[in-house]
Protein backbone atom coordinates (compact mmCIF):
# COMPACT_ATOMS: atom_id res chain seq x y z
CA UNK A 1 0.00 0.00 0.00
CA UNK A 2 0.80 3.35 -0.60
CA UNK A 3 0.05 7.07 0.60
CA UNK A 4 -2.07 8.69 -2.29
CA UNK A 5 -0.77 10.96 -3.94
CA UNK A 6 -3.49 13.43 -3.68
CA UNK A 7 -3.40 13.68 0.14
CA UNK A 8 -3.73 17.19 1.88
CA UNK A 9 -2.57 17.12 5.25
CA UNK A 10 -3.90 19.60 7.80
CA UNK A 11 -1.93 19.50 11.30
CA UNK A 12 -3.59 20.36 14.46
CA UNK A 13 -1.23 23.30 16.16
CA UNK A 14 -1.29 21.16 19.16
CA UNK A 15 -0.33 18.58 16.78
CA UNK A 16 -2.97 16.23 18.99
CA UNK A 17 -4.35 15.14 15.57
CA UNK A 18 -4.56 15.41 11.87
CA UNK A 19 -7.28 15.84 9.31
CA UNK A 20 -6.06 14.23 5.56
CA UNK A 21 -8.24 15.81 2.57
CA UNK A 22 -8.00 14.28 -0.27
CA UNK A 23 -8.85 15.79 -3.01
CA UNK A 24 -9.28 13.34 -5.79
CA UNK A 25 -11.78 11.73 -3.85
CA UNK A 26 -12.78 14.87 -1.89
CA UNK A 27 -13.17 12.49 1.32
CA UNK A 28 -11.63 13.88 4.81
CA UNK A 29 -10.46 11.65 7.53
CA UNK A 30 -9.39 12.45 10.80
CA UNK A 31 -6.21 10.57 12.12
CA UNK A 32 -4.48 10.11 14.92
CA UNK A 33 -0.88 11.42 15.87
CA UNK A 34 0.19 7.98 16.35
CA UNK A 35 -1.21 7.01 12.33
CA UNK A 36 0.35 10.66 10.90
CA UNK A 37 4.04 10.22 12.42
CA UNK A 38 3.20 6.69 10.43
CA UNK A 39 2.29 8.16 7.19
CA UNK A 40 4.92 10.68 7.58
CA UNK A 41 7.74 8.05 7.99
CA UNK A 42 6.10 5.99 5.05
CA UNK A 43 5.67 3.33 7.20
CA UNK A 44 2.01 2.27 5.92
CA UNK A 45 2.61 -1.17 6.70
CA UNK A 46 2.72 -0.51 10.40
CA UNK A 47 -0.65 0.92 10.52
CA UNK A 48 -3.47 -1.04 12.36
CA UNK A 49 -5.31 -3.42 9.76
CA UNK A 50 -8.80 -1.94 10.83
CA UNK A 51 -7.89 1.57 9.88
CA UNK A 52 -6.03 0.86 6.99
CA UNK A 53 -8.95 -0.35 5.60
CA UNK A 54 -10.82 3.22 6.58
CA UNK A 55 -8.16 4.98 4.52
CA UNK A 56 -8.02 2.87 1.88
CA UNK A 57 -11.86 2.89 1.30
CA UNK A 58 -11.41 6.75 1.67
CA UNK A 59 -9.03 6.61 -1.25
CA UNK A 60 -5.66 8.00 1.56
CA UNK A 61 -3.84 5.47 0.80
CA UNK A 62 -4.28 2.79 -2.19
CA UNK A 63 -2.37 -0.15 -3.89
CA UNK A 64 0.84 0.03 -5.03
CA UNK A 65 -0.14 -0.82 -8.54
CA UNK A 66 -2.18 1.74 -9.06
CA UNK A 67 -1.62 4.77 -11.03
CA UNK A 68 -4.02 7.40 -9.21
CA UNK A 69 -3.68 9.90 -12.60
CA UNK A 70 -5.49 7.37 -14.92
CA UNK A 71 -8.51 7.34 -12.30
CA UNK A 72 -8.21 11.19 -12.70
CA UNK A 73 -7.99 11.32 -16.73
CA UNK A 74 -11.34 8.89 -16.52
CA UNK A 75 -12.60 11.92 -14.28
CA UNK A 76 -11.96 14.52 -16.91
CA UNK A 77 -12.73 12.58 -19.69
CA UNK A 78 -16.23 12.07 -18.31
CA UNK A 79 -16.95 15.85 -17.68
CA UNK A 80 -15.41 16.48 -20.85
CA UNK A 81 -17.48 13.71 -23.08
CA UNK A 82 -20.96 14.05 -21.59
CA UNK A 83 -23.60 12.31 -23.61
CA UNK A 84 -26.31 14.08 -22.13
CA UNK A 85 -25.73 17.64 -21.59
CA UNK A 86 -25.13 20.57 -24.22
CA UNK A 87 -24.14 24.00 -23.39
CA UNK A 88 -24.18 26.71 -25.40
CA UNK A 89 -22.98 30.47 -24.58
CA UNK A 90 -24.32 32.89 -27.10
CA UNK A 91 -22.97 36.41 -27.10
CA UNK A 92 -25.93 38.42 -29.15
CA UNK A 93 -24.04 41.68 -28.65
CA UNK A 94 -20.98 42.71 -27.70
CA UNK A 95 -22.26 46.89 -26.70
CA UNK A 96 -22.98 47.58 -23.29
CA UNK A 97 -24.87 50.19 -21.34
CA UNK A 98 -22.04 50.16 -18.86
CA UNK A 99 -18.22 51.14 -18.33
CA UNK A 100 -17.02 49.33 -15.71
CA UNK A 101 -13.90 50.61 -14.59
CA UNK A 102 -12.40 47.14 -14.44
CA UNK A 103 -14.16 45.86 -18.08
CA UNK A 104 -12.11 42.98 -19.36
CA UNK A 105 -13.95 43.11 -22.83
CA UNK A 106 -13.31 46.95 -23.31
CA UNK A 107 -16.97 49.25 -22.39
CA UNK A 108 -18.14 47.45 -25.49
CA UNK A 109 -16.52 49.71 -27.33
CA UNK A 110 -12.59 47.51 -28.59
CA UNK A 111 -15.64 44.89 -29.24
CA UNK A 112 -19.44 46.12 -30.06
CA UNK A 113 -20.90 43.92 -32.75
CA UNK A 114 -24.71 43.00 -32.45
CA UNK A 115 -25.92 39.87 -34.02
CA UNK A 116 -27.90 40.00 -37.07
CA UNK A 117 -31.15 38.68 -38.04
CA UNK A 118 -29.12 35.86 -40.02
CA UNK A 119 -27.00 34.69 -37.94
CA UNK A 120 -30.08 34.79 -35.13
CA UNK A 121 -31.47 32.10 -37.23
CA UNK A 122 -28.08 30.61 -37.69
CA UNK A 123 -27.57 29.95 -33.99
CA UNK A 124 -30.65 28.76 -33.39
CA UNK A 125 -30.54 26.12 -36.17
CA UNK A 126 -26.94 25.25 -35.15
CA UNK A 127 -28.06 24.55 -31.28
CA UNK A 128 -30.67 22.24 -33.19
CA UNK A 129 -28.40 20.52 -34.79
CA UNK A 130 -26.17 19.23 -32.36
CA UNK A 131 -28.50 18.60 -29.02
CA UNK A 132 -29.99 15.14 -31.06
CA UNK A 133 -30.15 12.58 -28.31
CA UNK A 134 -29.46 14.55 -25.21
CA UNK A 135 -31.43 15.57 -22.30
CA UNK A 136 -30.65 18.46 -21.09
CA UNK A 137 -30.00 21.83 -23.11
CA UNK A 138 -28.30 24.79 -21.46
CA UNK A 139 -28.30 28.42 -23.04
CA UNK A 140 -26.01 31.11 -21.87
CA UNK A 141 -26.93 34.61 -22.84
CA UNK A 142 -23.25 36.59 -22.70
CA UNK A 143 -22.07 39.97 -23.54
CA UNK A 144 -21.54 42.68 -23.57
CA UNK A 145 -24.70 43.22 -21.78
CA UNK A 146 -27.49 40.81 -23.77
CA UNK A 147 -30.47 42.60 -22.41
CA UNK A 148 -29.75 45.50 -25.10
CA UNK A 149 -31.01 43.31 -27.18
CA UNK A 150 -34.36 41.51 -25.41
CA UNK A 151 -35.43 40.51 -29.32
CA UNK A 152 -32.87 38.21 -30.10
CA UNK A 153 -33.29 37.04 -26.58
CA UNK A 154 -36.39 36.31 -26.26
CA UNK A 155 -36.38 34.66 -30.35
CA UNK A 156 -33.85 32.32 -29.25
CA UNK A 157 -35.95 31.01 -25.92
CA UNK A 158 -39.05 31.02 -27.31
CA UNK A 159 -37.94 29.15 -30.41
CA UNK A 160 -35.34 26.71 -28.01
CA UNK A 161 -38.10 25.96 -25.51
CA UNK A 162 -40.87 25.07 -28.21
CA UNK A 163 -37.93 22.59 -30.46
CA UNK A 164 -36.86 21.32 -26.73
CA UNK A 165 -40.41 20.71 -25.26
CA UNK A 166 -41.55 18.70 -29.12
CA UNK A 167 -37.79 16.87 -28.52
CA UNK A 168 -38.63 15.90 -24.82
CA UNK A 169 -35.34 17.26 -23.81
CA UNK A 170 -35.04 20.16 -20.91
CA UNK A 171 -34.46 23.35 -21.20
CA UNK A 172 -32.70 26.26 -19.26
CA UNK A 173 -31.44 29.44 -19.73
CA UNK A 174 -28.90 31.49 -17.81
CA UNK A 175 -27.77 35.25 -18.22
CA UNK A 176 -24.65 36.50 -17.42
CA UNK A 177 -26.35 40.10 -17.10
CA UNK A 178 -24.64 43.73 -15.93
CA UNK A 179 -28.59 43.52 -14.25
CA UNK A 180 -29.65 47.17 -15.09
CA UNK A 181 -31.76 46.43 -17.91
CA UNK A 182 -34.31 43.81 -16.51
CA UNK A 183 -37.49 45.59 -15.80
CA UNK A 184 -41.07 44.15 -14.02
CA UNK A 185 -42.33 42.97 -17.90
CA UNK A 186 -38.91 41.35 -18.70
CA UNK A 187 -38.71 39.40 -15.63
CA UNK A 188 -42.02 38.26 -15.60
CA UNK A 189 -42.08 36.85 -19.55
CA UNK A 190 -38.51 35.28 -19.08
CA UNK A 191 -39.63 33.23 -16.12
CA UNK A 192 -41.84 31.00 -18.56
CA UNK A 193 -38.55 29.95 -19.89
CA UNK A 194 -36.59 28.22 -16.73
CA UNK A 195 -34.31 31.17 -16.29
CA UNK A 196 -31.36 32.02 -13.97
CA UNK A 197 -29.19 34.95 -13.44
CA UNK A 198 -25.94 36.40 -12.32
CA UNK A 199 -25.90 40.01 -11.19
CA UNK A 200 -22.76 41.30 -10.51
CA UNK A 201 -21.83 43.63 -7.10
CA UNK A 202 -18.48 45.27 -6.31
CA UNK A 203 -18.84 46.52 -2.84
CA UNK A 204 -21.38 48.23 -0.71
CA UNK A 205 -23.22 51.65 -2.70
CA UNK A 206 -20.16 54.05 -2.27
CA UNK A 207 -17.43 51.72 -3.48
CA UNK A 208 -19.93 50.01 -6.26
CA UNK A 209 -21.07 53.20 -7.90
CA UNK A 210 -17.76 54.02 -8.16
CA UNK A 211 -16.66 50.82 -10.07
CA UNK A 212 -20.03 49.69 -11.94
CA UNK A 213 -21.08 52.63 -13.68
CA UNK A 214 -23.23 53.68 -16.60
CA UNK A 215 -21.85 56.22 -19.69
CA UNK A 216 -21.99 59.01 -18.14
CA UNK A 217 -20.76 57.82 -15.15
CA UNK A 218 -23.68 57.17 -12.78
CA UNK A 219 -23.46 54.54 -10.29
CA UNK A 220 -25.97 51.56 -10.82
CA UNK A 221 -26.31 50.18 -7.04
CA UNK A 222 -29.40 51.84 -6.01
CA UNK A 223 -30.89 50.28 -9.39
CA UNK A 224 -29.25 46.30 -8.90
CA UNK A 225 -31.20 46.54 -5.71
CA UNK A 226 -34.40 47.06 -6.78
CA UNK A 227 -34.04 44.23 -9.64
CA UNK A 228 -32.92 41.76 -6.84
CA UNK A 229 -36.29 42.87 -5.42
CA UNK A 230 -38.16 41.84 -8.21
CA UNK A 231 -36.45 38.36 -9.12
CA UNK A 232 -37.53 38.04 -5.14
CA UNK A 233 -41.20 39.19 -6.15
CA UNK A 234 -41.44 36.81 -9.22
CA UNK A 235 -39.74 34.14 -8.06
CA UNK A 236 -36.85 34.33 -10.65
CA UNK A 237 -33.88 32.35 -9.63
CA UNK A 238 -30.34 34.64 -9.60
CA UNK A 239 -27.53 34.45 -7.79
CA UNK A 240 -24.85 37.28 -6.69
CA UNK A 241 -21.41 37.25 -8.06
CA UNK A 242 -18.99 39.63 -6.19
CA UNK A 243 -15.63 40.96 -7.89
CA UNK A 244 -12.61 41.51 -5.45
CA UNK A 245 -9.37 43.39 -5.72
CA UNK A 246 -7.43 44.71 -3.08
CA UNK A 247 -8.89 48.00 -3.33
CA UNK A 248 -12.55 47.00 -2.29
CA UNK A 249 -11.37 43.66 -0.24
CA UNK A 250 -12.18 45.40 2.96
CA UNK A 251 -15.65 46.78 2.26
CA UNK A 252 -17.16 43.82 1.39
CA UNK A 253 -18.55 42.84 4.82
CA UNK A 254 -20.35 46.41 4.78
CA UNK A 255 -22.13 44.74 0.99
CA UNK A 256 -22.87 41.71 2.80
CA UNK A 257 -24.54 43.95 5.86
CA UNK A 258 -26.35 45.86 3.33
CA UNK A 259 -27.58 42.38 1.46
CA UNK A 260 -28.66 40.79 4.66
CA UNK A 261 -30.90 44.10 5.85
CA UNK A 262 -32.16 44.39 2.45
CA UNK A 263 -33.51 40.93 3.01
CA UNK A 264 -31.17 38.65 0.68
CA UNK A 265 -29.62 36.90 3.35
CA UNK A 266 -28.89 33.00 2.32
CA UNK A 267 -28.79 33.97 -0.93
CA UNK A 268 -25.96 31.86 -2.99
CA UNK A 269 -22.62 34.62 -3.49
CA UNK A 270 -19.70 33.91 -5.59
CA UNK A 271 -16.67 35.70 -4.92
CA UNK A 272 -14.13 36.15 -7.73
CA UNK A 273 -10.85 37.99 -8.01
CA UNK A 274 -10.66 40.96 -10.42
CA UNK A 275 -7.77 39.95 -13.20
CA UNK A 276 -6.11 41.59 -15.51
CA UNK A 277 -5.22 37.64 -17.35
CA UNK A 278 -7.78 38.02 -19.89
CA UNK A 279 -7.72 41.94 -21.00
CA UNK A 280 -8.94 43.25 -24.08
CA UNK A 281 -7.53 47.18 -22.37
CA UNK A 282 -5.46 47.95 -20.09
CA UNK A 283 -6.79 49.07 -16.55
CA UNK A 284 -6.78 52.52 -16.02
CA UNK A 285 -6.08 52.17 -12.47
CA UNK A 286 -3.60 50.14 -10.91
CA UNK A 287 -4.79 46.87 -10.12
CA UNK A 288 -3.95 44.50 -7.02
CA UNK A 289 -5.27 41.04 -7.06
CA UNK A 290 -6.87 39.15 -4.01
CA UNK A 291 -4.56 36.02 -3.39
CA UNK A 292 -6.82 32.59 -3.11
CA UNK A 293 -6.52 32.72 0.66
CA UNK A 294 -7.86 36.18 0.68
CA UNK A 295 -10.88 35.01 -1.48
CA UNK A 296 -11.13 31.99 0.04
CA UNK A 297 -11.82 33.77 3.64
CA UNK A 298 -13.87 35.75 2.26
CA UNK A 299 -16.05 32.87 1.32
CA UNK A 300 -15.60 31.77 4.84
CA UNK A 301 -17.06 35.14 6.21
CA UNK A 302 -20.02 35.23 3.71
CA UNK A 303 -20.85 31.45 5.27
CA UNK A 304 -20.90 32.75 9.07
CA UNK A 305 -23.17 35.78 8.05
CA UNK A 306 -25.83 33.41 6.60
CA UNK A 307 -25.17 33.36 2.61
CA UNK A 308 -24.20 30.66 0.66
CA UNK A 309 -20.95 30.39 -1.18
CA UNK A 310 -18.04 28.66 -2.53
CA UNK A 311 -14.49 29.47 -3.36
CA UNK A 312 -14.80 29.92 -6.77
CA UNK A 313 -11.51 29.47 -7.76
CA UNK A 314 -11.42 25.45 -7.35
CA UNK A 315 -15.38 25.16 -8.66
CA UNK A 316 -13.89 26.79 -11.77
CA UNK A 317 -11.76 24.63 -14.10
CA UNK A 318 -13.29 21.17 -13.74
CA UNK A 319 -17.01 21.88 -13.33
CA UNK A 320 -17.38 25.32 -14.86
CA UNK A 321 -14.75 25.62 -17.48
CA UNK A 322 -17.61 25.83 -19.91
CA UNK A 323 -14.76 25.38 -22.85
CA UNK A 324 -13.89 21.68 -21.08
CA UNK A 325 -16.87 19.95 -22.19
CA UNK A 326 -16.33 18.25 -25.72
CA UNK A 327 -20.18 19.53 -27.08
CA UNK A 328 -19.93 23.18 -25.63
CA UNK A 329 -19.68 25.93 -27.81
CA UNK A 330 -19.52 29.94 -27.83
CA UNK A 331 -21.08 31.63 -30.50
CA UNK A 332 -20.38 35.35 -30.84
CA UNK A 333 -22.53 37.99 -32.54
CA UNK A 334 -21.21 37.50 -35.95
CA UNK A 335 -21.79 33.83 -36.04
CA UNK A 336 -18.04 32.68 -34.90
CA UNK A 337 -17.57 29.91 -32.74
CA UNK A 338 -14.98 29.71 -30.15
CA UNK A 339 -15.01 27.21 -27.22
CA UNK A 340 -14.11 29.78 -25.03
CA UNK A 341 -16.65 32.77 -24.13
CA UNK A 342 -13.78 34.76 -23.62
CA UNK A 343 -11.84 33.70 -26.41
CA UNK A 344 -14.27 35.99 -28.87
CA UNK A 345 -12.55 38.65 -30.80
CA UNK A 346 -9.07 36.04 -30.80
CA UNK A 347 -8.86 35.18 -34.00
CA UNK A 348 -6.41 32.55 -33.19
CA UNK A 349 -8.76 30.51 -31.17
CA UNK A 350 -11.87 31.02 -33.69
CA UNK A 351 -13.24 27.25 -34.27
CA UNK A 352 -14.88 28.53 -37.80
CA UNK A 353 -18.15 30.30 -38.24
CA UNK A 354 -21.66 29.31 -38.92
CA UNK A 355 -23.27 29.24 -42.62
CA UNK A 356 -27.11 29.47 -43.23
CA UNK A 357 -27.65 25.97 -42.63
CA UNK A 358 -26.15 26.44 -38.69
CA UNK A 359 -23.49 24.04 -39.60
CA UNK A 360 -19.73 25.13 -38.90
CA UNK A 361 -17.78 26.35 -41.76
CA UNK A 362 -14.08 27.57 -42.46
CA UNK A 363 -13.24 25.23 -39.58
CA UNK A 364 -9.93 25.96 -38.07
CA UNK A 365 -8.86 22.38 -37.46
CA UNK A 366 -5.94 23.22 -35.15
CA UNK A 367 -8.21 25.43 -32.99
CA UNK A 368 -10.75 23.06 -32.19
CA UNK A 369 -7.91 20.13 -31.59
CA UNK A 370 -6.01 22.60 -29.40
CA UNK A 371 -9.00 23.26 -27.49
CA UNK A 372 -10.79 19.59 -27.35
CA UNK A 373 -7.78 18.29 -26.32
CA UNK A 374 -6.62 20.46 -23.70
CA UNK A 375 -5.41 17.45 -20.94
CA UNK A 376 -3.83 19.03 -17.63
CA UNK A 377 -2.45 15.67 -17.08
CA UNK A 378 -0.35 16.33 -20.30
CA UNK A 379 1.23 19.87 -18.52
CA UNK A 380 4.03 19.00 -16.72
CA UNK A 381 3.40 20.78 -13.76
CA UNK A 382 -0.77 20.25 -13.23
CA UNK A 383 0.60 16.33 -13.46
CA UNK A 384 2.55 16.80 -10.76
CA UNK A 385 0.18 18.94 -8.85
CA UNK A 386 -1.85 17.29 -5.84
CA UNK A 387 -4.54 20.00 -6.83
CA UNK A 388 -5.11 18.86 -9.80
CA UNK A 389 -8.31 17.03 -9.38
CA UNK A 390 -10.16 20.07 -8.22
CA UNK A 391 -8.25 22.89 -10.22
CA UNK A 392 -8.06 20.85 -13.59
CA UNK A 393 -5.13 22.78 -15.25
CA UNK A 394 -6.84 25.78 -14.86
CA UNK A 395 -8.01 28.64 -17.16
CA UNK A 396 -6.81 27.98 -20.60
CA UNK A 397 -7.12 31.60 -21.42
CA UNK A 398 -4.81 32.50 -18.35
CA UNK A 399 -2.55 30.17 -19.65
CA UNK A 400 -2.41 31.55 -23.38
CA UNK A 401 -1.89 34.78 -21.79
CA UNK A 402 0.91 34.15 -20.01
CA UNK A 403 2.96 31.77 -21.85
CA UNK A 404 1.40 32.11 -25.49
CA UNK A 405 -0.31 28.28 -25.51
CA UNK A 406 -3.49 26.71 -23.58
CA UNK A 407 -1.59 23.95 -23.18
CA UNK A 408 0.32 25.60 -20.04
CA UNK A 409 -0.30 25.37 -16.37
CA UNK A 410 -3.31 28.23 -16.01
CA UNK A 411 -2.93 28.70 -12.11
CA UNK A 412 -1.96 31.78 -10.94
CA UNK A 413 -0.51 29.80 -7.29
CA UNK A 414 0.98 27.00 -6.60
CA UNK A 415 -0.23 26.85 -3.13
CA UNK A 416 -4.19 25.78 -3.02
CA UNK A 417 -3.87 24.78 0.32
CA UNK A 418 -5.43 27.33 2.28
CA UNK A 419 -8.37 27.35 0.04
CA UNK A 420 -8.48 23.70 0.82
CA UNK A 421 -8.27 24.53 4.25
CA UNK A 422 -11.09 26.88 4.00
CA UNK A 423 -13.23 24.17 1.94
CA UNK A 424 -12.85 21.69 5.00
CA UNK A 425 -13.85 24.29 7.73
CA UNK A 426 -16.84 25.49 5.33
CA UNK A 427 -18.00 22.13 5.17
CA UNK A 428 -17.20 20.79 8.75
CA UNK A 429 -17.26 23.41 10.65
CA UNK A 430 -17.95 21.38 13.71
CA UNK A 431 -14.28 19.58 13.48
CA UNK A 432 -12.97 22.82 14.08
CA UNK A 433 -14.14 23.99 17.21
CA UNK A 434 -11.06 23.90 19.64
CA UNK A 435 -8.82 23.11 16.75
CA UNK A 436 -6.47 25.56 14.74
CA UNK A 437 -5.37 23.04 11.68
CA UNK A 438 -2.47 24.14 9.48
CA UNK A 439 -1.36 22.58 6.05
CA UNK A 440 1.79 20.48 6.29
CA UNK A 441 3.68 18.84 4.19
CA UNK A 442 4.82 14.94 4.60
S1 LIG B 1 -2.95 24.98 -12.93
FE1 LIG B 1 -1.55 25.09 -11.15
S2 LIG B 1 -2.77 24.58 -9.33
FE2 LIG B 1 -3.93 23.94 -11.19
S3 LIG B 1 -3.40 21.79 -11.51
FE3 LIG B 1 -1.97 22.98 -12.73
S4 LIG B 1 -0.17 23.31 -11.39
FE4 LIG B 1 -1.89 22.66 -10.07
S1 LIG C 1 -10.87 28.80 -20.50
FE1 LIG C 1 -10.96 30.25 -18.76
S2 LIG C 1 -12.12 32.03 -19.53
FE2 LIG C 1 -12.48 30.31 -20.95
S3 LIG C 1 -14.37 29.34 -20.23
FE3 LIG C 1 -12.65 28.24 -19.25
S4 LIG C 1 -12.34 29.26 -17.27
FE4 LIG C 1 -13.61 30.63 -18.55
Redesign the pocket.
Known sequence: MKESVYNVYLLDKEGADCLVYNVLHRSLLRIDNEVFQLMRLRRIDCIDDGVLKVLKNEGIVVDDGLNESDMLKIRFNRAKYSATSRGFTIIPTHACNLACKYCYQGHGDVLSATMNTKTVERTIEFIKKNVTGCKNLDVNFYGGEPLLVPDIVFRVVEELQHFADESGIHFSASFTSNGTLFTESIIARLKDYNCRVQITFCGPREVHDSIRVDKRGNGTYDKLISVLTLFKKHDMAFHIRVDVDQDNLATIDSLLRDLNEKGFGGLYIAFCSISKD?CYTEPDWDLEEVNVKELALLCKKAQDMGFTTFPVYIH??VEK???LPDRYFAIDPKGDIYK????SGYPEHRLGTLNEKGEIVDMDYEAYCTWTLRDPLLIKECAACKFAPLCGGG????AYQKYGSINAAGCKEKELGEIVLTVVKLRYPELFEGHHYEIVEL
Do not use: R
Not at 340 to 343: E, S
Not at 395 to 398: E, G, K, R, Y
Open positions: INFCSACIAACSLV
